[in-house]
């Protein structure tokens, strides 16, 4: 298990991402020892720093980031669906952080894509 977040996965884009709730890939354009602090000291931190929050973080892979935004959307709207996409997805804030490095974008969207086809 995890550890506890101190954050909220939530459904889109989020006008507040630098507070409590954000989408799976605005989190991870934040520095990970943002993501965990408190909400009100996240904001002061990503002022202060002048840091851009974005569903499109520049080191994670295309492909990656594509399927993120999909899976994060996919639990839906609401307090019930924040906690549970929390729950599940959290952990891949930080796995999927420097991914675009990695270079095998095709592979895996190729792999997705097989998954699809046999489901």
Excluded: I
Aim: with cysteine; net charge negative.
């Amino acid at each position: 298990m995890s550890e506890p977040s101190s954050f909220v996965l939530s459904f889109g884009s989020h006008s507040n991402a630098e507070g409590e709730k954000f989408c799976l890939l605005e989190a991870c354009s934040l520095p990970p020892e943002l993501v965990r602090l408190t909400a009100r000291q996240r904001r002061a931190r990503v002022r202060e720093l002048g840091l851009s929050v974005t569903d499109h973080p520049p080191d994670v892979c295309d492909v990656r980031a594509a399927f993120g935004r999909s899976l994060n959307d996919s639990y839906g709207n609401g307090a019930e669906a924040d906690a549970e996409r929390t729950e599940d997805c959290a952990p891949l804030e930080q796995a999927l952080r420097g991914t675009k490095a990695r270079g095998d974008s095709e592979r895996v969207a190729l792999f997705l894509w097989d998954r699809a086809l046999h489901e």
